[in-house]
C-alpha cells in the first residue's frame, strides 16, 4: 500500500510569511508525528497526534508553529512569520497505534527554506 | 550532553566487509530501539526494530541491544554500495506518546 506522504516537497519562501505543510499518514494508522531535521540539530520531535488531539505538543519550537489534524488523517503544520532558523526537512511519521509495537513509517519530508 | 550518542563518521567500507554501527545512550528508561537508513534527500526508512534487550536478525542486517551498558549496534554483512547512506538510531519509551530520541547519524560509504 501507500506510504506517508508529503507535499510540498520544496518549499522556499521569504522571511516572515507563512507556509502550511502537509501529512497525509498510511491509511488506518492513528498516530501521527512531526519532526524536524536540521544540520546542527538532527531529528527532532515536534509535536505528536492520536486521532485529532495533540497529547504532546512539547516539542514545538515557539508559537509561531502550529499544527491539526482533521478526520483522523490529513495532518497540516503551519509556521507563522518565518524566521531563516526555520530552515530544515520537516518529516512526518505515522504509526499504526499507540498501543503496543513504536514502529514509525517517515515520509519523504519538506525541505523548507527561508531566505 | 546529548540522550543518544552516535559517531557522525564518516565510514568507508570496501565491499563485501563487515559494518558495525553503534550508539550509546543514558537514559535507562529506553525501551523501544530501532535503525532507520536515510538515503541523501530522502525520508528515513526503518530498518530494524526491537523491544528490549536481544538480538535481532533480518537478511544481512543484524540488530543488539545491551541495556545493562545502555549501548545499541547494528552489523551489515557482505555490505554492498548500495548500503552507502547515513544510518540512524533511535529509541523511546514505552507509553502512548512514545516519541523517538534520535542519534545524530552515521555516514556510511561502501566502495567498489
Known amino acids: 500500500g501507500a506510504g506517508v506522504s508529503q507535499s510540498p516537497s520544496n518549499k522556499v519562501t521569504e522571511k516572515g510569511k507563512d507556509v502550511e505543510l502537509r501529512c497525509d499518514p498510511i491509511s488506518g494508522h492513528t498516530a501521527l508525528y512531526w519532526y524536524r531535521q536540521s544540520l546542527g540539530q538532527g531529528l527532532e520531535f515536534l509535536i505528536y497526534f492520536q486521532g485529532n488531539s495533540a497529547p504532546d505538543k512539547s516539542g514545538l519550537p515557539s508559537d509561531r508553529f502550529s499544527a491539526e489534524r482533521t478526520g483522523g488523517s490529513v495532518s497540516t503544520l503551519t509556521i507563522q512569520r518565518t524566521q531563516q532558523e526555520d530552515s530544515a526537512v520537516y518529516l512526518c511519521?505515522?504509526?499504526?497505534?499507540?498501543?503496543?509495537?513504536?514502529?514509525?513509517?517517515f515520509g519523504p519530508g519538506t525541505r523548507l527554506t527561508v531566505t | 550532553q546529548k540522550e543518544v550518542e552516535q559517531d557522525p563518521g564518516p565510514l568507508s567500507v570496501p565491499e563485501g566487509a563487515i559494518v558495525s554501527l553503534n550508539c550509546t545512550y543514558s537514559n535507562s528508561a529506553f525501551q523501544y530501539f530501532m535503525w532507520y537508513r536515510q538515503y541523501s534527500r530522502k525520508g528515513p526508512e526503518l530498518l530494524m526494530y526491537?523491544?528490549?534487550?536481544g538480538n535481532k536478525e533480518d537478511g544481512r542486517f543484524t540488530a543488539q541491544v545491551d541495556k545493562s551498558s545502555k549501548y545499541i549496534s547494528l552489523f551489515i554483512r557482505d555490505s554492498q554500495p548500495s548500503d552507502s547512506a547515513t544510518y540512524l538510531c533511535a529509541m523511546s519509551f514505552t507509553g502512548t506518546a512514545s516519541k523517538l530520541t534520535f542519534g545524530t547519524g552515521t555516514r556510511l560509504q561502501v566502495t567498489l
Open positions: 526491537t523491544y528490549s534487550s
Open positions: 511519521a505515522s504509526r499504526r497505534s499507540p498501543e503496543g509495537s513504536n514502529e514509525q513509517y
